[in-house]
């Protein structure tokens, strides 16, 4: 399983950023996918998840702000970001768990200006 992720960048605060991870599997239906952020000296938080069947789930601090969808046709699960705020900013990976083997993408930076 390889991970791709994007969209990341620079965005004043309140605007919008949409994040968007490719995955080269042929099972990509059958993952729950995960989105994570990681701050300059703070561990790896889940942000998000959605499930095969398309259920999802937030971090409190996201909620009504992110959402989480998948494209199955097209491998592809994204994260858009709304009401960006300045504790936003972190690098942003996607996730995902098969066989017991976790997979991460390389991560983009997500970075929020006041």
């Known amino acids: 399983v390889q991970l791709q992720a994007s969209g990341g960048g620079l965005v004043q605060a309140g605007g919008s950023l949409r994040l968007s991870c490719a995955a080269s599997v042929r099972i990509f239906s059958l993952l729950a996918m995960d989105w994570y952020r990681q701050a300059p000296g703070k561990q790896r938080d889940l942000v998000a998840r959605?499930?095969?069947?398309?259920?999802?789930n937030y971090e409190d601090s996201v909620k009504g702000r992110f959402t989480v969808s998948r494209d199955n046709a097209k491998n592809t699960v994204y994260l858009q970001m709304n009401s960006l705020k300045p504790e936003d900013t972190a690098v942003y990976y996607c996730?995902?768990?098969?066989?017991?083997?976790?997979?991460w993408g390389q991560g983009t930076q997500v970075t929020v200006s006041s």
């Open positions: 959605i499930s095969s069947g398309g259920s999802t």
């Open positions: 996730h995902t768990r098969w066989s017991r083997t976790d997979y």
